[in-house]
């Protein structure tokens, strides 16, 4: 990414940003361009290339003497510049690294389209910390464009009243417009699936009693398709009111599939039920199980006051237990189902330590633990799917660690972690594997990064001289980790990331001022 002057600092900037790293960080070229006003409205794409004309300079040819002309100007040597325009000429590009170099005033950051596959920004009315990627119908492992996507998300407004739970439908998420010096193929010249066109934003929302601390949809398997419209789909939402609510919200995405559909509001504006077992106590973690063929569906629910509450489908509806898993000793951060035992469950927490439990044990207390896995709060935590022993932590000291559960004894001991990386420099704020490729994973932080990450990399003795940053003018700025892929900038305040399921290698982020949609040449 760049560090460019702005003609017009005012509104919301959405824009994405990008240094993509093969070996090393790219340091891609982009042009100054004003920043959009924000829209007032429920949220709306922008467009990176609206509005955008070719300048037509004036052309002004030498002629040297060989040319035949005899009314040609004779110019000796290389032509110099007026001393009045060097002022003029524009700085060269340099990689803009968040804790080294900070933004001027008038000055965006401006995004590399050339190392993006799909690059779409959303803005929106109020803040959304929290959400999840729907379920849809139109197929796993989708490499074509334009692409549909369906994600569910709450609000957090400036008064409880007005906050939502808001169910999105994306489509006409074309390929990012290619970048005018770059050859095209003749296959893509005849594509018209590479065109960058508007992308569409539609949605229905239902009131919802404080905001959202966090969302998380119930998932589905690979090969299960989308509920029929006669079964619930459902989605809980943690209140800041210290309430777990949970709605079916299937009646929502018909209504967005299905020209002329009504949700009904009997169905969809009442929660099908309410966890109250946290009393007053909000929380941040909730995960449901991993779906299986003999598996419950199961709800864990954990709140800033320690306790981890369970609750479970049952087939007279759901009941939460009156008995919660007590071994922390401060505020549940995070919580993770296994991805291969249906009982057994991991979590993090502001004590510092992350602990493993299974839920047959009637004691309610950790079966393993890390007593001190980071120098802070451990803020998240991923689990691994394809490789069921590696779980990643994201710390408040903004480090991130890749555990080996097989190496854990007893419930309290101090382990070493397989990997740890202090790319960011500030905490973590989302961690997640890539649902598929058991090495990548992609996090977030409060220094506006998303980053992704390949465990698979190493680095040999003749590329240690290419793992580091580089200003224009060749002077080293900082290291980069070889597993580092990709580092994506431009939001502020990145709350949440999420890898789409059907759509390998998409990534979708929100932070204070939006969403990205975005896919990588990395990943």
């Not at 929106?124 to 369906?150: A, N, Q």
Request: aromatic share 6%; glycine share 6%; charged share 25%.
């Amino acid at each position: 990414m760049v560090k460019r002057a702005a003609e017009d600092a005012e509104g919301i900037n959405a824009e994405g940003q990008a240094a993509a790293k093969s070996q090393t960080l790219a340091n891609g070229a982009a042009s100054r361009r004003s920043l959009a006003p924000a829209d007032p409205g429920m949220g709306e794409f922008e467009d990176d290339w609206e509005d955008e004309v070719d300048s037509e300079d004036e052309i002004v040819v030498a002629h040297d003497r060989e040319s035949g002309d005899e009314d040609a100007m004779e110019v000796d040597g290389e032509v110099q510049p007026a001393p009045e325009d060097e002022d003029d000429l524009p700085p060269e590009d340099d990689v803009f690294i968040p804790g080294i170099h900070e933004l001027g005033k008038d000055e965006v950051l401006e995004a590399d389209q050339s190392v993006y596959q799909m690059l779409h920004h959303m803005n929106v009315t109020w803040p959304c910390l929290s959400f999840d990627i729907l379920k849809d119908s139109h197929g796993e492992e989708r490499r074509t464009y334009p692409e549909t996507m369906h994600l569910v998300t709450g609000t957090q407004a400036d008064q409880s009243s007005k906050n939502e739970v808001i169910v999105m439908k994306m489509s006409q998420l074309h390929k990012t417009q290619k970048d005018g010096n770059e050859s095209e193929s003749d296959d893509d010249e005849d594509d018209s699936n590479s065109l960058d066109e508007d992308a569409i934003l539609e949605y229905r929302s239902i009131p919802h009693q404080g905001g959202v601390n966090r969302v998380r949809a119930q998932p589905l398997s690979t090969t299960a398709s989308l509920p029929p419209i006669s079964q619930p789909y459902y989605t809980a939402t943690w209140s800041e009111t210290g309430k777990v609510h949970i709605w079916d919200v299937r009646p929502l995405i018909e209504a967005l599939d299905v020209p002329g559909s009504m949700p009904d509001k009997g169905r969809t504006h009442k929660p099908a039920f309410t966890v109250n077992a946290h009393g007053r106590a909000e929380g941040f973690a909730m995960d449901w199980s991993t779906p299986g063929p003999s598996s419950q569906v199961r709800l864990l629910t954990g709140d800033i006051h320690s306790k981890i509450h369970l609750t479970t489908l049952t087939p007279s509806g759901f009941n939460t237990a009156s008995q919660p898993f007590a071994s922390h000793t401060s505020s549940v951060e995070d919580i993770q189902w296994s991805p291969t035992e249906g009982t057994v469950f991991a979590s993090c927490s502001a004590d510092q330590s992350v602990r493993v439990w299974d839920v047959r044990v009637k004691a309610r207390k950790n079966i393993v633990g890390i007593t001190k896995a980071h120098e802070s709060d451990v803020n998240v935590i991923s689990w691994n799917r394809g490789t069921s022993y590696l779980l990643v932590s994201g710390g408040d000291e903004g480090a991130i660690k890749v555990w080996d559960l097989r190496s854990l004894k007893g419930t309290s001991s101090a382990s070493t972690p397989v990997a740890s990386f202090s790319w960011h420099n500030a905490p973590i704020t989302s961690i997640e594997w890539h649902p598929t490729e058991d090495s990548i994973f992609a996090a977030s932080g409060a220094d506006d990064q998303v980053t992704l990450w390949d465990l698979s990399v190493e680095q040999d003795d003749e590329e240690v001289g290419l793992k580091e940053i580089k200003t224009a003018s060749g002077e080293k700025l900082k290291d980069v980790p070889s597993q580092l892929l990709f580092v994506h900038q431009g939001q502020k305040d990145v709350k949440e990331i999420h890898w789409h399921p059907q759509i390998p290698g998409c990534v979708v982020s929100t932070a204070l001022d939006g969403f990205n949609v975005f896919k990588t040449i990395s990943v």
